[in-house]
């Protein structure tokens, strides 16, 4: 069982910069997967980026990629979305989730989110 709590969304201008923290609790957070999702209002749940259990994969949707980086430290049970330039159409409602498996559709816990929200 992982319990994720998501951090750091706020409100931003366009152009620029957040980072979305996610605190894992449960000994086992290594041994998982880590994604970030979005949902913006009356639109579906979108992937955005997803790292591998050791930091050694990453994966980024094409609207994200070049501008967001995941990363993770494991010491400290928590997964990172640096998000730079972004955009109004970057805001959403930011999930983490947690995997055993590699893959969109492999997430088995899921945070409550954290608020992005780009003015332009």
């Known amino acids: 069982q992982v319990q994720l709590v998501e951090s750091g969304g706020g409100l931003v201008q366009a152009g620029g910069s957040l980072r979305l923290s996610c605190a894992a609790s449960?000994?086992?957070?290594?041994?998982?997967?880590m994604g970030w999702f979005r949902q913006a209002p009356g639109k579906e749940r979108d992937f955005v980026a997803a790292?591998?259990?050791?930091?050694?994969?990453?994966a980024y949707a094409d609207s994200v990629n070049g501008r967001f980086t995941i990363s993770r430290d494991n010491a400290k049970n928590t997964v990172y979305l640096q998000m730079n330039s972004l955009k109004p159409e970057d805001t959403a409602l930011y999930y983490c989730a947690a995997a055993r498996e590699w893959g969109p559709s492999s997430y088995d816990y899921w945070g409550q989110g954290t608020q992005v929200t780009v003015s332009s």
């Open positions: 449960g000994r086992t957070f290594s041994s998982y997967n």
């Open positions: 790292i591998s259990w050791n930091g050694g994969r990453t």
